[in-house]
């Protein structure tokens, strides 16, 4: 296992991490919405739950859980596994994505997300860390729950969301308010990149419908 020397933390995820939508303008919006569907198309995820690691071995980043990593992070002054679900370290050019094994596997999917989420739109200086924190919460919300695939297979609850998607009960309640303002608004496929995620999730959804 690598030995770390000089590394830089990326960014982490911790017990404050909230689940609900922060408020940002619409090209914020924009920006992660579009950094969550290229994340999904570039690695061909086409079905739910999403595949995280996927994502990780594509993209030849590394991951290891907390206790796998004890003897590289001993190296570090720091103890980073203090009060974080997870968190990212670049050592030299590599990504390295830490996490704690020891919570529920929904809340350990949203922090390997959630760290996806810093290293995609690249929070690699640090200028407003609590931004940051909010941009990633996005990102992993989107990634795991992408709303045209909710609203194609029919979800009207937000424990379908939770089932499917493999995330945790207030991650499905956050999402599934989301879902039920975005059908108010009438507002699917105004970007196309959104029409091409369907298209992809699309026998996905067939299949689901079906069952
Ligand atoms: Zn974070």
Redesign the pocket.
């Given at each position: 296992m690598t030995k770390i020397k000089d590394y830089k933390l990326i960014?982490?995820?911790t017990a404050s991490?909230k689940f609900s939508e922060g408020k940002f303008s619409k090209q914020d919006y924009y920006r992660i919405n579009k950094a969550v569907r290229l994340t999904i198309l570039q690695n061909q995820l086409d079905s739910l739950p999403i595949d995280l690691h996927k994502i990780i071995l594509n993209n030849k980043w590394n991951i290891y859980s907390f206790s796998e990593a004890r003897n590289m992070l001993n190296s570090i002054k720091v103890d980073l596994t203090k009060n974080n679900y997870g968190f990212t370290l670049r050592i030299g050019r590599r990504m390295f994505i830490f996490y704690d094994e020891n919570v529920s596997i929904p809340l350990q999917r949203f922090t390997i997300a959630?760290e996806i989420g810093?290293i995609v739109l690249k929070h690699f200086y640090i200028n407003d860390h609590n931004n940051?924190?909010k941009e990633?919460n996005m990102f992993a919300a989107r990634l795991l729950m992408p709303m045209c695939v909710l609203y194609e297979c029919n979800i009207n609850n937000a424990s379908q969301i939770q089932e499917i998607c493999e995330v945790s009960e207030m991650a499905a309640y956050y999402r599934y308010k989301r879902l039920k303002l975005v059908e108010e608004r009438g507002k699917f496929y105004t970007d196309k990149l959104e029409l091409e995620v369907y298209k992809l999730f699309k026998k996905y959804i067939d299949q689901y419908n079906h069952k």
């Open positions: 960014g982490r995820t991490s959630h810093h940051d924190e990633a």
